[in-house]
């Protein structure tokens, strides 16, 4: 599971994707730094939407979807080895995946009743894109949407959860976005987990908990952890 992630440095992530797709792909001017961004954000992603090919645009984190006879609902992620047969998923897995860039994301740890954050980033923290689908919207007004893929973890996210989002280093960027369909060989070996050598993770501060929370104190170093209070010693009243 993947619901938040922290793009503060969105000009270098493009840079990163515009260098590994060899285009000039146009810095998203409207995009402040974040450094918690949730479910229904409206973010930067490079997608394929017209014949002029990839190019940056603002779309709103989780896909409208419905299963079985419930209600839609918005999903932030899709798991990569059901994504390509359920019928949720699989159209937009086959002909609309595109590039979350990110510059990394977060997790929790649950330890004597209180959860803490810990940041996933790539080594000397080198910007990334998630392994994305998106959906095109049926307002005019409203932007497209976007689901991030996750795939089982490596043995650094592993200690923390059991899916990990599906990361994309540059030389795997161009594999990746497109409009036809991938091989089962080939999808299969891009939603891999990363090589753990590849990344870092450190615990932060649990003011990103909280949703609302943004700015540079999201990454800030970690509180005290909380001591679980001793039991009180019973009586003994020798009865």
């Known amino acids: 599971m993947c619901v938040r992630y922290t793009l503060h440095k969105s000009d270098a992530a493009i840079a990163v994707i515009a260098r590994s797709l060899g285009r000039k792909l146009a810095p998203p001017g409207w995009a402040a730094p974040k450094y918690n961004l949730t479910l229904t954000n409206t973010v930067p992603v490079v997608a394929i939407v017209s014949d002029l090919g990839p190019a940056v645009y603002g779309m709103r984190w989780g896909m409208s979807t419905a299963f079985g006879d419930g209600p839609p609902r918005l999903w932030p992620n899709a ?15 086959a002909k609309r995946r595109c590039l979350v ?22 080594r000397d923290e080198e910007p990334f894109a998630f392994a994305g689908i998106w ?4 307002d005019p007004d409203e932007p497209e949407s976007f689901a991030i893929l996750t795939t089982e973890p490596n ?24 409009t036809e369909p991938l091989s089962p060989e080939e999808f299969q070996s891009l939603t891999r987990p990363l090589d753990p050598a590849r990344m870092a993770e450190r615990e932060v501060s649990r ?33």
């Open 79 to 93: 798991m990569a080895e059901k994504a390509v047969k359920s019928p949720a998923w699989r159209s937009a897995t």
């Open 135 to 138: 959906s095109k919207s049926s």
């Open 207 to 239: 003011y990103v908990s909280k949703s609302g929370h943004d700015g540079p104190r999201c990454q800030a170093g970690p509180e005290p952890r909380q001591t679980p209070e001793a039991p009180s010693p019973q009586l003994d009243l020798g009865l």
């Open 101 to 122: 860039p990110a510059n990394g994301f977060y997790e929790w740890e649950t330890a004597g009743g209180v959860k803490y954050p810990h940041l996933f980033t790539l």
């Open 155 to 178: 043995s650094v996210v592993g200690r923390y959860h059991d899916r990990m989002p599906v990361l994309l280093p540059a030389e795997l960027m161009p594999r990746w976005i497109g």
